[in-house]
């Protein structure tokens, strides 16, 4: 398990006792992976570690959203199970029409109206940003204000043909996975002094694949880790669970990747708290 929790020696300098320090944790997207990401919450609960600012893409934004605006790990988890979002079909609605793609947010936009009384970043407990992708322009960028908090959170998980693009003023917007999956960027622009990344996508070696779903959930995470190695040598620690068993479309396997995510959570903060 160690060798998948990296810490970025030329950082070091960083971590020191003398002063407050600014902690910014960086959540990536990865479908249904991103369920490790609540067991490493957890983890990070149990042992009273706060950060001051949280990031995500896709998944990421999803479970960092419902965490930075109050609620526990393990209530998420059962928002998960309450809500039935560990079947794929529960997380995904078929659209009436193609034309957009094949599948519209219905779901998670009633998770997010039922769960959080408001729509505005400001309002959330801790500083939040969500990565999105403008369909139109090719850009991406990092929202961390304003009034439309639902809005861009759906938006940051639109994965792009499977969902249709999600329209927030006046721009048509894809998964922040497509340009940017482990969002770094903003925990550099706030100017925290130690940055955490937990990265819940890897393509293990395969001699064959087969089946619709796993080709295409192969050839998603092909496509996400192309765009993550230079932000994953930004932080000062990276974490990066084994889940080379599951792929993104495993929403029934949520209570074994919150095992794995916390499991990795404990032995990451165990060692941090010895130094």
Same mark, same amino acid.
């Given at each position: 398990?160690?060798?998948?929790?990296?810490?970025?020696?030329?950082?070091?300098?960083?971590?020191?006792?003398?002063?407050?320090?600014?902690?910014?944790?960086?959540?990536?997207?990865?479908?249904?992976?991103?369920?490790?990401? %609540?067991?490493?919450?957890?983890?990070?609960?149990?042992?009273?570690? =706060?950060?001051?600012?949280?990031?995500g893409t896709s998944m990421g934004?999803?479970?960092?959203?419902? !965490? @930075?605006?109050?609620?526990?790990?393990?209530?998420?988890? +059962?928002?998960?199970?309450?809500?039935?979002?560990?079947?794929?079909?529960?997380?995904?609605? *078929?659209?009436?029409?193609?034309?957009?793609? *094949?599948?519209?947010?219905?779901?998670?936009?009633?998770?997010?109206?039922?769960? $959080?009384?408001?729509? +505005?970043?400001?309002? *959330?407990?801790i500083k939040f940003y969500c990565?999105?992708?403008?369909?139109?322009?090719?850009?991406?960028?990092?929202?961390?204000?304003?009034?439309?908090?639902?809005? /861009?959170? %759906?938006?940051?998980?639109? %994965?792009? #043909? $499977?969902?249709?693009?999600?329209?927030? =003023?006046?721009?048509? /917007?894809? +998964?922040?996975?497509?340009?940017?999956? *482990?969002?770094?960027?903003?925990?550099?622009?706030?100017? @925290?002094? &130690?940055?955490?990344?937990? +990265?819940? #996508?890897?393509?293990?070696?395969?001699?064959?694949?087969?089946?619709?779903?796993?080709?295409?959930?192969?050839?998603?995470?092909?496509? $996400?880790?192309?765009?993550?190695?230079?932000?994953?040598?930004?932080?000062? /620690?990276?974490?990066?669970?084994?889940?080379?068993?599951?792929?993104?479309?495993?929403?029934?396997?949520?209570? =074994?990747?919150?095992? &794995?995510?916390?499991?990795?959570?404990?032995?990451?903060? =165990?060692? !941090?708290?010895?130094?």
């Amino acid at each position: 398990m160690a060798s998948n929790i990296r810490a970025n020696a030329q950082n070091d300098e960083l971590k020191t006792k003398n002063k407050p320090q600014k902690v910014g944790l960086a959540l990536s997207g990865g479908g249904a992976l991103g369920y490790a990401h %609540i067991g490493f919450l957890q983890a990070m609960r149990e042992y009273k570690f =706060e950060v001051d600012v949280v990031s995500g893409t896709s998944m990421g934004s999803i479970i960092g959203v419902l !965490y @930075c605006a109050g609620f526990t790990p393990i209530e998420i988890l +059962d928002i998960v199970d309450k809500e039935n979002m560990n079947t794929i079909l529960n997380v995904v609605k *078929l659209n009436s029409s193609f034309g957009k793609g *094949l599948f519209n947010h219905d779901k998670l936009s009633k998770v997010l109206e039922k769960n $959080i009384p408001h729509n +505005d970043f400001s309002k *959330l407990n801790i500083k939040f940003y969500c990565c999105v992708t403008n369909f139109n322009n090719a850009t991406y960028k990092f929202v961390g204000s304003g009034k439309f908090l639902k809005e /861009y959170v %759906i938006a940051s998980g639109t %994965i792009p #043909v $499977i969902f249709e693009p999600k329209l927030v =003023e006046g721009e048509q /917007y894809i +998964d922040g996975g497509v340009m940017q999956n *482990l969002p770094v960027e903003p925990l550099i622009f706030e100017k @925290c002094d &130690i940055i955490i990344g937990v +990265d819940v #996508v890897t393509v293990p070696n395969q001699s064959e694949v087969k089946g619709l779903v796993n080709i295409f959930s192969r050839a998603m995470a092909l496509s $996400i880790i192309s765009n993550t190695e230079k932000w994953a040598k930004k932080c000062d /620690y990276l974490i990066t669970p084994n889940l080379e068993k599951y792929t993104i479309t495993d929403f029934d396997k949520a209570q =074994e990747l919150f095992d &794995i995510g916390y499991a990795y959570g404990k032995a990451f903060f =165990e060692d !941090y708290c010895k130094k």
